[in-house]
């Protein structure tokens, strides 16, 4: 059995003066990744680790994350960034066999897209949310579209 946490970056600035990798998270993306993971924490879902693009923003979500959890830092996936659904699908197939939960911190369209497939559940998916799929299966690998349940969908509550 896998799970996977889908983990769309928090709001993140479009300020001009930053190229899009290093666009920070506004003071409320900041505060929604927070609440965000209390949320996850108090329904008991803490993923072993965190996997996230290198974009600054997905970082700064991912830290905030891993840090009200308890968790390792994240470790950075090149891949993540800027992805299309097909080389999301192949990054969780090579994501490591010994976690059976991970949680990815990525971009859209790609996570809002690859949480459809994965699950045949259609979500809006708003900076910030968060979608835990699970799998039956033993590895990665065998990560396929319609082969996970969605067990879990949160997203923070506009407030900007």
Same mark, same amino acid.
């Given at each position: 059995m896998k799970k996977l946490l889908l983990i769309r970056h928090a709001r993140a600035t479009h300020e001009s003066g930053y190229i899009d990798f290093e666009r920070p998270l506004k003071p409320s993306g900041l505060r929604d990744a927070a609440i965000m993971a209390g949320r996850l924490k108090a329904h008991n879902i803490i993923p072993q680790i965190? @996997?996230?693009?290198? *974009?600054?923003r997905t970082l700064a979500t991912a830290d905030v994350i891993a840090e009200h959890m308890g968790l390792a830092k994240p470790e950075e996936i090149k891949a993540i960034y800027d992805a299309r659904t097909d080389e999301l699908l192949e990054v969780?197939?090579?994501?490591?066999?010994?976690?059976?939960?991970i949680g990815l911190v990525g971009h859209n369209p790609a996570i809002g897209q690859i949480l459809y497939d994965l699950s045949g559940q259609t979500k809006? @998916?708003?900076?910030? *949310?968060v979608g835990l799929i699970e799998f039956d299966i033993d590895s990665w690998t065998a990560v396929r579209p319609n082969t996970g349940k969605l067990l879990f969908y949160d997203s923070p509550k506009d407030e900007d």
């Open positions: 965190l @996997v996230a693009s290198p *974009a600054l969780i197939g090579n994501l490591d066999d010994q976690y059976d939960f809006d @998916v708003p900076p910030g *949310a």
